[in-house]
């Protein structure tokens, strides 16, 4: 067998390999020997059907299915003389030979030579913050806010207030499909509907009509309707305002506190909102130190990976929209920078923790389980799930290993801290 390597631009490779034709004969006698011994024929005994009848009957299929098992060893053994190591499944092409054997070229990719550079010298924000009281206080009122009711009144609407609604939209003086609605409730100040058209309900009482101007914007879902100026005939049907609850023992209540207790439920509401805070700022500094990363090492990724990712992607998307998207609409343009993305980090990071010897630590294991579990209302079966499921358990030790290779890459960073509150680092409005 004679092996040749072509280096192609990038991460691209090309093996010739020449399989000798006396190899190759070899290999077919030898198997149609064994068929003799075998093979059933009409008029022969079994075991004594003689070689060259089996060859007529059977010679084509039989050097085809050994040339195919001696391109796929030497494709093998080509691989492992010339120390390469392939990404994704090889194009191969054959060609006969003079003397009865083949010549194949098997093009592919490689895994790139990885040498991380570390974050010595690169400068790390790290946003740092804590639960106060007045952030609790907040999340009372967030919960309040979501438990409201709205009481019918006679006035004008004003911002906060929900308008019950009849409308028809016309675009040129024509009405368009999906542009009317019946008792269709408006809350003033949301942000569901377009501003024009929140904002021209403003003011108006129950029983009152009257025609709205609404521009469209350019990128609207909608394309025939996108940078379009439509009228709306809107007709208030009644006004309702908003009314909270009290913060009492039935509102504690409401949110499984037994019991009653404000401070019981302020407890709970405290405990939650420092584990998603301490989530949220893992997950904020993770992303600084991971971009910081490949902004000190930009390597060649193999496009058959980035390829498997963009399959991976598209499919979760496809779940999380009900599988009700079709695929071109899914292309994979849409998915390539990110996909790209995550192949180079994976590439990155699994150098790091090889080169680190780090393996996940079976006590961040367990608190990782835990902090997931909290959240639960049977902590302890969730637990119990994780380390009863090998599955489930190695995605969680393969989380916690990767949080490990950041922690390493941290220690060579320059760390600053970066003060902030809850409301910044969760991306809230305070108020």
């Known amino acids: 067998m004679q092996v040749s390597l072509e280096r192609k631009e990038g991460l691209e490779r090309t093996l010739r390999v020449d399989i000798p034709g006396e190899r190759v004969q070899s290999a077919v006698d030898e198997k149609l020997g064994e068929l003799a011994r075998n093979v059933r024929l009409d008029g022969f005994r079994p075991g004594k059907v003689p070689v060259r009848v089996v060859r007529n009957r059977f010679g084509g299929q039989v050097r085809r299915e050994v040339l195919g098992e001696l391109m796929q060893s030497s494709l093998q053994d080509a691989i492992a003389q010339e120390e390469l190591r392939p990404a994704g499944t090889p194009s191969v092409e054959a060609d006969d030979a003079d003397d009865g054997g083949v010549t194949f070229r098997a093009t592919f990719e490689v895994m790139p030579e990885v040498e991380v550079q570390g974050l010595t010298g690169v400068t790390i924000e790290k946003p740092v ?29 004003a911002e906060g207030d929900q308008v019950v609604i009849d409308y028809i939209g016309r675009l040129d003086g024509e009405a368009f499909e999906g542009g009317s609605g019946q008792d269709a409730p408006v809350e003033l100040g949301a942000g569901r509907m377009l501003e024009d058209l929140e904002q021209g309900i403003v003011g108006m009482a129950a029983g009152d009509t009257r025609t709205v101007t609404v521009s469209f914007p350019e990128d609207y879902q909608a394309s025939e309707l996108a940078g379009q100026t439509v ?3 809107v007709t208030a049907k009644s006004v309702r305002e908003p009314t909270l609850p009290e913060v009492d023992a039935d509102f504690a ?20 909102m420092e584990r998603e805070l301490r989530q949220t700022l893992r997950g904020q500094v993770k992303e600084r130190v991971l971009n910081a990363l490949l902004e000190q090492n930009d390597i060649a990724v ?24 079709p695929d ?3 292309s994979d343009e849409m998915f390539r920078e990110e996909a790209t993305r995550r192949v180079k980090l994976g590439l990155l990071l699994a150098e790091v923790i090889r080169g680190a010897g780090l393996t996940a630590d079976a006590e961040k294991v367990r608190t990782q389980i835990e902090e997931i579990a909290s959240s639960y209302e049977e902590p302890e079966q969730v ?8 599955e489930a358990l190695s995605g969680v030790e393969a989380i916690v290993v990767e949080d490990q290779a950041v ?11 970066q003060p902030s509150d809850f409301d ?7 108020g």
Not at 135 to 157: I, Y
Not at 407 to 417: G, M
Not at 424 to 430: G, H, I, K, L, P
């Open 129 to 157: 913050a804590e639960v106060t009281e007045g952030d609790v206080d907040n999340m009372v009122e967030t919960l309040r806010q979501q438990r409201r009711s709205f009481e019918e009144v006679e006035r004008p609407a």
């Open 231 to 233: 009228e709306f005939e």
């Open 328 to 330: 071109e609409r899914l």
């Open 302 to 325: 193999p496009s058959p990976m980035v390829d498997e990712e963009i399959g991976r992607m598209r499919e979760q998307m496809k779940q999380r929209l009900g599988g009700q998207i």
């Open 383 to 390: 637990t119990q799930y994780y380390y009863e499921n090998r």
């Open 407 to 417: 922690e390493h890459l941290l220690e060579e960073a320059e760390v600053t801290e």
């Open 424 to 430: 910044t680092v969760m991306n809230r409005n305070a």
């Open 253 to 272: 209540r409401g949110f499984g506190i037994e019991s009653g207790s404000l401070e019981e439920l302020r407890s709970n509401l405290r405990e939650n």
